[in-house]
């Protein structure tokens, strides 16, 4: 699964698989062990081999599903079977595994599945399948969406697919699985959430393929006109009624799957919530979506309810709210605080009269708040509302759902749930803020303060907002206060590197085998070492702070890049190529240059232009070691990687998926290293190509209703991004290179409306990558470039926004990582990623790891051996 929330279940402070939890509840075993059979844990399974038994590489893969109050007598079935005939097999290990896998937001590939057999050939893939559904006859689980089922079993399902941990590297570092087509070509193991053969396979179990379905999807009496959101659970949709013309909405529950941590299923919930529905339309009308219809087709139960028109609230705020567009007049911050004490009203006056009935809604949060055509709101979503009597619904949205300590505080509040998540929504159309302030409410006061710097914060919004953070009047603060950092922003921003670069090194852990640094959820899927999400990036991030890395870090670095040398992919951000220079910048040239060189032989070299993970990234490896050593054949390897990248034919295909932007992924980035290699050999061909690429990239700019230029992560994701890994804040310090060294009218004009877009008084988290500290990097690198002293007191004020996201811990602080569900020590959206940006806007350009400029003096100095 990969995503941090399933990453965020296994510890409660640090990201970590989650086959690493603790105590995951009961333990799964089968019951009979025959002789010479043993168990191995790998992950959230426990795989089954045995004396004498055959594997295979690939063939039809036997999934079995089950529901949660069975999973045991459905276990030792398939391990009764599997063990008779010799078969490999592999089951959840435990209860909370299997709650994870059929959660309602889990992974749609890994759905329903509880055990998965391996068949030698086709002819035991055969006789094993009919004996288990023979033997699991009456038995019922979730449909295994990848899959096709066996005849008419309810639990017994296959697919054809690889075995073996058969894969290559993708160039972003994670694995892509591979197995054999029937005309013997190596192709991706699909794992879509439906049934696919690969080419020149045919299915043996059946006597006939089922013909496709062609057309609109009809759900009894309902068209599908669009998948509004597909779930696990089973998904929504807005459809039409044929018989009436009238727009509706289909909520789906499937069958044995969609849990929530206490064992509810979607099924269960659905009723659940028809039942919710009907009273309270009967009790309240308009507090809830009227309810149509309750009907089962096939295995899987469909509500049908009013359609409610509007905005979800997210979307709604990012299309009002002046404080995500730039410069913008006061009045317009007045009319807005005013559209949201109506939307706020509406809530109140919902919640009023669902709690006049005996009921709590139990998820107030911006996904369950629609906001209408004429201003006011509809609560939606009734999954989660439950009477006052019993307790709290175990699925509130994080950040949206009071701590564990202020329940305890409030024991007969029995509508506290709503309370604290309306003054969460009522936070959320002033700022994306929440998950900081449960560690630290202190911090909502530095909010307040950058803010008020737009426009002011009204009271009443505020004491809404901040209702249930008061910080402790007694703890002495653990961070700046408001009038401190106006004070004395350079001074603040200083002591917050340092705690920030303390509290780094506090939390190295180098006899740990699996990282060195807590790491964000990506790292368990691409490597722990590289600069994005592993140690190289934390040692660079020391290196460019001036800062001391301890002896058993670096020895540990040294040994992981030897050890992980052939098994890496090429590029800067996750692979040999980022790590070399890391190690390079340690003394370690020599290990440097292998790796360099092994990142040029890399084939994702060849058919990878990128920044992050290809020739580009390479390249500006190349240039960095030539500039540790002066040597003309690192140059000459630079310069190779850029003619190589200017002869490309097909630039599109060898960038980000579906034609890319941004600084990592898209032409830019490639612009990035063409500067930086013309300025290194003085040939003006590297930056004329760079220019062209620029402006191909400006090409694909979105202009938003202030004026500003934002830019969509590709083709198809049309949501536009602020930030530095995808959005205008990494495309700005491209623009920053060319209009200095080329002063071209279009990078000219068009530098000041990308710079407009990032400059934001707040974002959902704090990291350098995708967050707050790489639009405060690009305002330090703005400011510099104009030298105007107003844009730096505003790069400043900026960088000093940061404060807000910091978690004091002991005498360091703490950064959240990607969510902002855990803490996190990498480059990508941890400490140090923070501690570059801090140190970009406190000394100036540098030596970071996707650029290469001139030291400032302070750095030559602090860094000179």
Not at 100 to 116: I, M, P, Y
Not at 217 to 237: F, K
Not at 728 to 736: D, E, M, Q
Not at 796 to 812: E, Q
Request: glycine share 8%.
């Amino acid at each position: 699964m990969f995503d941090a929330l399933s990453d965020a279940l296994a510890d409660e402070q640090f990201y970590a698989p989650l086959g690493t939890m603790a105590d995951p509840g009961r333990r799964f075993a089968p019951a009979r062990v025959p002789a010479g059979w043993h168990g191995t844990d790998r992950d959230i399974w426990t795989a089954w081999d045995g004396p004498g038994v055959r594997r295979a590489e690939q063939g039809w893969k036997i999934h079995v599903s089950a529901r949660l109050e069975r999973v045991q007598e459905v276990l030792d079935t398939v391990a009764d079977t599997c063990f008779a005939e010799g078969v490999p097999f592999k089951h959840v290990s435990a209860r909370f595994f299997f709650l994870a896998l059929h959660h309602k937001h889990a992974a749609r590939s890994q759905s329903g599945k509880s055990c998965t057999v391996y068949p030698a050939d086709t002819g035991t893939a055969g006789r094993v399948l009919a004996l288990l559904a023979d033997a699991l006859h009456g038995e019922e689980g979730a449909y295994v969406l990848t899959d096709r089922r066996y005849r008419d079993s309810r639990t017994v399902h296959y697919r054809y697919g690889a075995f073996a941990r058969r894969s290559r590297l993708r160039p972003d570092g994670t694995a892509e699985p591979l197995l054999t087509d029937g005309y013997g070509h190596q192709v991706p193991d699909v794992r879509q959430p439906f049934f696919v053969l690969p080419d020149g396979v045919a299915d043996p179990f059946v006597a006939e393929e089922p013909a496709p379905h062609r057309g609109a999807i009809r759900i009894r009496d309902y068209e599908v006109v669009r998948v509004l959101q597909p779930s696990n659970a089973g998904g929504a949709y807005q459809a039409r009624d044929t018989r009436t013309g009238r727009l509706v909405l289909v909520k789906e529950a499937r069958a044995h799957t969609g849990y929530t941590w206490d064992g509810a299923s979607a099924r269960e919930r659905l009723r659940q919530e028809y039942d919710i529905l009907t009273a309270v339309h009967a009790g309240a009308p308009g507090v809830c979506p009227e309810p149509l219809e309750l009907f089962t087709a096939w295995e899987h139960d469909f509500l049908v309810m009013e359609h409610v028109e509007g905005l979800p609230l997210v979307k709604w705020i990012n299309h009002s709210s002046p404080g995500l567009r730039a410069d913008r007049p006061v009045q317009e911050f007045d009319r807005y605080h005013a559209d949201c004490r109506r939307v706020l009203a509406a809530l109140d006056t919902a919640l009023d009269r669902l709690h006049a009935l005996g009921l709590r809604f139990g998820d107030v949060s911006p996904g369950n708040v629609i906001v209408t055509p004429a201003g006011d709101a509809r609560l939606v979503d009734f999954e989660s509302v439950t009477p006052q009597v019993d307790r709290p619904a175990r699925m509130g949205t994080p950040g949206f759902a009071p701590p564990p300590g202020l329940a305890a505080e409030h024991p007969a509040d029995p509508v506290l749930t709503d309370r604290y998540g309306l003054a969460a929504v009522a936070l959320t159309l002033l700022a994306p803020f929440h998950n900081a302030p449960q560690l630290t409410p202190a911090n909502l006061a530095l909010l307040r303060r950058d803010l008020a710097a737009t426009a002011p914060v009204p009271r009443d919004l505020w004491q809404r907002a901040t209702a249930f953070h008061r910080p402790d009047g007694n703890a002495p603060p653990a961070l700046p206060a408001p009038e401190e950092v106006d004070a004395d922003p350079l001074g603040c921003l200083a002591r917050l590197a340092d705690r920030t670069a303390r509290g780094l090194l506090d939390l190295a852990d180098p006899d740990r085998p699996d990282w060195v640094f807590p790491p964000s959820p990506l790292a368990f899927h691409t490597n722990t070492l590289c600069v994005a999400y592993g140690t190289a990036g934390v040692v660079h991030a020391l290196h460019r702070a001036g800062l001391p890395v301890p002896d058993h870090v670096d020895k540990r670095l040294r040994r992981d890049a030897l050890t992980a040398a052939d098994t890496l992919p090429p590029g800067l951000a996750v692979g040999s190529a980022g790590v070399g220079r890391v190690l390079a910048r340690a003394g370690h040239l020599d290990e440097a240059v292998d790796l360099l060189r092994t990142a040029d032989r890399h084939p994702l070299t060849a058919a990878t232009t990128t920044l992050a993970g290809g020739r580009a990234g390479v390249g500006l490896a190349w240039l960095a070691l030539h500039r540790h050593t002066g040597d003309p054949h690192h140059l000459e390897r630079a310069a190779a990687a850029g003619d190589a990248v200017l002869r490309t034919p097909d630039l599109t295909r060898t960038l980000g998926a579906h034609d890319a932007r941004g600084l990592f992924h898209g032409r830019s980035g490639l612009a990035l290293f063409l500067h930086h290699l013309a300025r290194a050999t003085g040939e003006q061909h590297y930056l004329a190509a760079g220019l062209g690429l620029l402006h191909e990239e400006l090409d694909r700019a979105v202009e938003l209703p202030d004026g500003s230029l934002s830019f969509a992560d590709n083709s198809v994701n049309r949501r536009v991004m602020p930030y530095l890994a995808t959005g205008s804040a990494g495309i700005g310090t491209v623009l920053l290179r060319y209009a200095a060294a080329t002063a071209d009218e279009r990078c000219t004009a068009a530098l000041p409306r990308v710079v407009a877009d990032a400059r934001k008084a707040c974002a959902a988290q704090a990291g350098l990558h995708d967050g707050f500290a790489g639009l405060a990097y690009l305002l330090a690198e703005h400011a510099d470039f104009t030298r105007d002293a107003a844009d730096r007191r505003n790069a400043v004020r900026i960088a000093t926004g940061l404060l807000k996201y910091a978690v004091p811990h002991g005498d360091g602080v703490r950064w959240l990582g990607t969510g902002s569900l855990r803490f996190s020590a990498d480059v990508a959206s941890g400490s140090a990623g923070i501690l570059l940006a801090l140190h970009r806007a406190l000394h100036g350009p540098g030596d970071d790891w996707f650029t290469l400029d001139p030291a400032h003096p302070q750095e030559n100095e602090r860094n000179r051996p």
